[in-house]
């Protein structure tokens, strides 16, 4: 995924709900939070179960597997519709979903692989539109020339048809006396109930406004949706490269169809072994880790325009902004109300996921925001987004730059809310969340409490069954897993054992901070990205770029 500084400017974040304001941060930077745990499946039973049977020989199933793709230009790209049941286990009961599909052909002709699919991230990003908007520049050259370059809108997402809402409603204000603003750490009786208050009338919205779909938006159905597309392409066997929420995809359909694989690469790994509490660490702990290499390397990449001048100075400047605007907002350019520690604390974490574009320009705000004015930062989280073939991918959603005639709504926020919750099993009380928030803190701060408190909603929305476990897809070919060492939003570590698990597992590392690699990173990695997906030709488990 591109920038997430497109997801909400920090000006709308003061009309959110206070559970959301947090999820700004986490649940669109990662997956974040929920997605590692092995999701509940339409059917019963363990996702094995699913990989024994071909489900294209049920008849039930036949006319959705047999089914072919009707491709129109639409732009620079060709666009196509996908029809999947909405319920796998009653696929005949008539209800459907529709996906909007995207290809970019490819021109070479001669020796021409096949197609290969991406998901971008998310959940919730809308890959048809990543397309149009140059997604396929993020292939290195190689690929691009053997493969036609296809994406879709997965199930509740942009352009499906039907799509999730969870419209904003107005808070719950618990007491009299209920602060406008609620604090960056809720640790009081009545900030927790106001936090709890704001995230179930959030999870109602969701209810009512998504009518019945928020038990059929989960990945592991995703993921057989994905192979239905597989079969209307026309592959015998799959080529895939997922991002960041798109591991987690990618792992949930070599699970069910292990030998539909031929080639999978999957960039900024979740690790399903992870609880999410132990999520939410791991992720909270990676932002933590990720501001601590950007004060440390700033001058590296900045050069003199660094907001200290080293990197013990940078970060005091930035934990006393934190401090500072937990009691007096920042002052903002043409806006009436400043920013708070939540503002600063999500513009700072932004930058985290793109080095290379975004900490010149958080060193001037960070410089600006010493000196008393916030605009910067405001502007830092609302501004333009990085060019296409420098685009980055990542968890989360973002809006396009389609024409406004063609652009799906942007129902991001609401899948990610609704697909996280439903992948994973959730505390149905809240105290298992502020203990989760009290150990976040400690080992990550307020970067830790982002990512607990980006999961308060799924309290009270309908969630999984299944607890987390390792990976199990026995007979799927080797598997190729990136990690970045310094990727904030899904960390090294969850690479490490995302590649331990697969059975064949390669890790490919890159040396570099930033979220994911692939369509960032330079030759090396690229090459031996590529030739695996062309040739299938192996990467030594270890590599280093």
């Known amino acids: 995924m591109k920038s997430l500084k497109s997801l909400k400017s920090l000006k709308s974040l003061k009309s959110l709900p206070y559970g959301a304001r947090m999820r700004v941060l986490a649940l669109p930077l990662a997956v974040l939070t929920a997605l590692p745990l092995a999701a509940c499946t ?21 006319r959705f597997y047999q089914q072919k793709l009707k491709w129109r230009d639409c732009g620079d790209v060709q666009c196509a519709r996908l029809t999947v049941p909405r319920d ?58 053997r493969f036609d370059i296809v994406s879709f809108d997965p199930r509740g997402v942009a352009g499906s048809r039907p799509a999730l809402d969870c419209p904003e409603e107005e808070e719950e204000d618990t007491s009299e006396d209920a602060a406008e603003e609620q604090p960056p750490v809720p640790r009081t009786a009545a900030a927790r109930a106001q936090a709890l208050a704001d995230a179930r009338a959030e999870a109602t919205a969701c209810r009512k406004g998504s009518r019945g779909l928020l038990r059929h938006i989960g990945t592991q159905d995703v993921a057989r949706d994905l192979d239905v597309l597989r079969a209307a392409l026309g592959e015998r066997k799959l080529t895939y490269v997922g991002w960041s929420y798109g591991t987690h995809l990618g792992t949930r359909y070599a699970e069910q169809f292990p030998r539909r694989v031929r080639a999978m690469v999957l960039d900024g790994a979740v690790d399903p072994s992870l609880g999410w509490a132990q999520r939410a660490l791991s992720e909270g702990t990676g932002f933590r880790r990720a501001v601590d290499d950007y004060a440390q390397q700033c ?36 806006e009436e109300e400043g920013l708070g520690t ?9 930058a985290m996921y793109t080095p290379e574009e975004e900490w010149k320009p958080l060193s001037a705000a960070l410089r600006a925001a010493a000196r008393g004015d916030g605009t910067k930062l405001a502007e830092l989280s609302g501004g333009d987004e990085p060019e296409p073939a420098a685009r980055p991918r990542r968890a989360g959603g973002r809006a396009h730059n389609a024409p406004a005639s063609e652009a799906p709504v942007d129902n991001s926020d609401a899948a990610i809310l609704a697909v996280s919750c439903s992948d994973t099993a959730y505390p149905r009380t809240a105290e298992p969340y502020w203990d989760a928030l009290d150990r976040a803190e400690r080992k990550a701060g307020l970067y830790g409490v982002s990512s607990v408190l980006s999961v308060l909603a799924c309290k009270d929305l309908p969630s999984g069954t299944q607890r987390p476990r390792r990976v199990e897809a026995e007979g799927v070919p080797p598997v190729l897993v990136v990690g970045t060492t310094g990727d904030p939003a899904t960390p090294y570590e969850e690479a490490e054992s995302l590649a331990e698990q697969f059975p064949g597992g390669m890790l490919l590392t890159y040396e570099a901070p930033g979220h994911t690699a692939y369509g960032r990173a330079g030759a090396c990695l690229t090459k031996r990205v590529d030739d695996y997906l062309v040739g299938l030709r192996e990467v030594p488990d270890g590599t280093t770029c």
Do not use: M, Q, W
């Not at 339409?42 to 036949?62: C, I, M, N, V």
């Not at 009653?90 to 290809?103: E, I, N, Q, S, Y």
């Not at 940078?314 to 350019?333: C, F, K, N, S, W």
């Open 342 to 350: 939540t503002d600063v604390v999500d513009a700072v974490s932004l």
């Open 42 to 62: 339409t059917e019963g039973g363990s996702a094995r179960r699913h990989a024994d049977a071909d489900p294209a020989a049920r008849p039930d199933l036949r």
């Open 299 to 334: 001058a590296d990449v900045v050069g003199s325009g660094c907001p200290g001048d080293s990197p013990g100075e940078i970060r005091r400047l930035i934990e006393d902004l934190y401090a500072r605007t937990e009691h007096d907002p920042l002052p903002v350019d043409g």
């Open 88 to 145: 796998y286990a009653h696929p005949g009961d008539g209800k459907t979903f529709v996906l909007p599909v995207a290809r970019a052909a490819t021109d070479g002709e001669e020796g021409r692989v096949g197609t290969l699919v991406y998901n971008p991230g998310g959940p919730g990003e809308s890959g048809v539109a990543d397309l149009k908007d140059g997604g396929a520049e993020s292939f290195g050259a190689k690929a691009r020339d």
